[in-house]
């Protein structure tokens, strides 16, 4: 492969991973022809981009980024492919899902990037599975701050038409 195709790969890469908020590494590799094929489907169906790639070049887009993705590296052997998606837990569902069904349990996680933490090792995919992405957890935070104002409220409903029964029951005798 000549250079200047390399820094085109490179480049190509890191605009990829900037333009989505989470990453996943994974490893496809033992997969035949039909497995892949479904695999890629599957992944553009949930809107999961799958790219194949070498990890030297991988590493190079990584170091232009302006995130220290220095702890990735190590994940960095053997078959590498890239997982990338806008919904943090997407991938890591599809992972498990599809190796469960597999009978070479591929695809393996290696590493991911979710919600600007690092989770490295096939140990972390239950993890990754319920991770809440920040607009979920706001959402979560808001409703429990309603809830006692909600409680409030109904209590001094609930407590007004009982005081206005009493009310109209002392005015009638």
């Given at each position: 492969?000549?250079?200047?195709?390399?820094?085109?790969?490179?480049e190509?890469?890191?605009?990829?991973?900037?333009?989505?908020?989470?990453?996943?590494?994974?490893d496809?590799?033992?997969?035949?022809?039909?497995?892949?094929?479904?695999?890629?489907?599957?992944?553009?169906?949930?809107?999961?981009?799958?790219?194949?790639?070498?990890?030297?070049?991988?590493?190079?887009?990584?170091?232009?980024?302006?995130?220290?993705?220095?702890?990735?590296?190590?994940?960095?052997?053997?078959?590498?492919?890239?997982?990338?998606?806008?919904?943090?837990?997407?991938?890591?569902?599809?992972?498990?899902?599809?190796?469960?069904?597999?009978?070479?349990?591929?695809?393996?996680?290696?590493?991911?990037?979710?919600?600007?933490?690092?989770?490295?090792?096939?140990?972390?995919?239950?993890?990754?599975?319920?991770?809440?992405?920040?607009?979920?957890?706001?959402a979560?935070?808001?409703?429990?701050?309603?809830?006692?104002?909600?409680?409030?409220?109904?209590?001094?409903?609930?407590?007004?038409?009982?005081?206005?029964?009493?009310?109209?029951?002392?005015?009638?005798?």
């Amino acid at each position: 492969m000549k250079k200047e195709d390399k820094g085109a790969i490179i480049e190509q890469l890191h605009t990829s991973i900037g333009e989505y908020a989470h990453f996943y590494l994974a490893d496809i590799g033992g997969l035949n022809a039909a497995e892949t094929s479904d695999f890629r489907r599957v992944c553009f169906k949930n809107d999961i981009k799958l790219v194949v790639v070498k990890n030297t070049l991988l590493e190079k887009a990584l170091e232009k980024s302006a995130v220290d993705f220095s702890e990735l590296y190590d994940s960095l052997k053997g078959e590498t492919s890239l997982m990338l998606s806008n919904t943090g837990n997407a991938p890591a569902k599809l992972i498990k899902s599809f190796s469960k069904d597999s009978k070479k349990k591929k695809p393996v996680l290696k590493a991911a990037y979710v919600e600007e933490s690092f989770y490295i090792g096939e140990n972390q995919l239950d993890a990754l599975i319920n991770v809440k992405s920040k607009k979920d957890l706001i959402a979560d935070v808001i409703a429990l701050l309603q809830s006692p104002a909600k409680n409030v409220v109904s209590a001094l409903q609930s407590g007004g038409t009982t005081i206005h029964g009493v009310l109209q029951t002392l005015s009638e005798r």
